[in-house]
């Protein structure tokens, strides 16, 4: 392009505001040119490629996934941790959870009913938060309890793990995660004790939750709850993941089996109902999960590692 006459004023003005640091105000009233003119300058500036802007730092790459996630899924917030393939799954892990336990923190001032689901990152989770006073905060399970040898991962036991390091309330399910027979279920839903608190459950204002993948690593088959022939029946309903009370496939619909109808806790569908549903995961076999509740609008805050969030991004 020939230096003319609007090429020398677009490069001054570009050079008074990116150089020598001088505001639009300033400029335009150095110049004798309008603020909006001087707008469009700078504008035309970039669109011409004379000034290119660069963000020189090593989160900018994470930041423009979560910018590009939180807009193809209308999210309330995406937080994406940088990693590298050097980095081991129990840093990822922990990086993530760091994350995840810092947006929490940030969060409670406007929380009264904290909800958490189970597994062993909500538990790593927990373990990153500090130790705070909200005495008017009640923390909810989700989901009903495991196995004792499993406590770690068991949603009362975290329930009251973050009850005790924010000096706050919480309540208990007196049930199991999965019951040993429908008629069992049937049962314990009689039970004030069961009723009550899943009802204060599904009403939470933030609900912190896990996201599992029963095809390739889920807690469910850690814990054995899931057998051989449950997961056949699983897959050839073509289910994804798995997240509070609900098995779901590819387009984040509840799976109907044996196995899910005993299930105790709060379903995806119930979460929906809640004002912001946080999901933390980590792994690159959590994509399509991740992508499944997203579809379905059951996710309004997402925690994840850069692997989840390049693979939510290739596949759109």
Known sequence: MKFTEDRRKILKVATMYYTDGLTQAEIAEKIGISRPVISKLLREARELGIVEIYIKDEN?????????IETDFALKDVI????????????????????????????????ENLGLSWGTTIAEVIDEMPYLSYPNLTIHPLVGGVASRHLF??????AFLLSEKLSANCRYLY????AESLALKK???TSILTTSVLQQAKNVDLALIGVGNPTNSSTWEDLAYIDSNELEKLQALHVVGDAVASFFDE????LQTDLTERLMGVTIEELKQVKNVVAVATGSEKCGSIRALL????????????EIAEGLCRDK
């Open 251 to 254: 387009k984040g619909q509840p």
């Open 187 to 189: 049962i314990l839903e």
């Open 60 to 68: 900018a790459c994470s930041i423009s996934l979560a910018l590009n």
């Open 80 to 111: 994406v941790v940088p990693t590298t393939k050097e980095f081991s799954k129990s840093v990822i892990k922990k990086s993530v959870a760091r994350a995840a336990a810092s947006y929490i923190t940030n969060q409670l001032t406007k929380v």
């Open 153 to 158: 991962l068991d949603a009362n036991h975290l």
């Open 295 to 306: 579809l379905a609008g059951v996710i309004d805050t997402l925690v994840i590692d850069q």
């Open 175 to 178: 049930a199991p995660a999965l």
